[in-house]
């Protein structure tokens, strides 16, 4: 069975830090541009990090502060995220990101649904 399994998520207060780990399954990441989206509350989900080989793409709304690496021999994605805000808090999800031909990134399907996503709260 080919998906996606995101974990590392918690409670933490503003300034703090947490990883999230996607552990994929069932397909080799290797050679897929690899990202995380977040969704907060009644708020649209929204793309947050890429990486395809050595490149990578953070929103600037993370940028400077949250970091996204992978390691394809053990098919694992991570997000390093330090300096955490308010703002931050949401349902943090793993997902292949496609390139559209008009520019924009969205998430693919090669990895299978959305998967249950990690919770992210920030507290104050």
């Known amino acids: 069975q080919v998906q996606l399994v995101e974990s590392g998520g918690g409670l933490v207060q503003a300034g703090g830090s947490l990883r999230l780990t996607c552990a994929a399954s069932g397909r080799t990441i290797s050679g897929y541009r690899m990202g995380w989206f977040r969704q907060a509350p009644e708020k649209q989900r929204e793309l947050v990090a890429f990486i395809l080989a050595d490149t990578s793409y953070h929103a600037d709304s993370v940028k400077g502060r949250f970091t996204i690496s992978r390691d394809d021999a053990k098919n694992t994605v991570f997000l390093q995220m330090n300096s955490l805000k308010l703002e931050d808090t949401g349902v943090y999800y793993c997902?292949?990101?496609?390139?559209?031909?008009?520019?924009?990134?969205?998430?693919?399907?090669?990895?299978?649904?959305w998967g249950q996503g990690t919770q992210v709260t920030v507290s104050s």
């Open positions: 997902a292949q990101v496609i390139r559209k031909s008009d520019g924009r990134y969205l998430a693919g399907s090669d990895f299978g649904p």
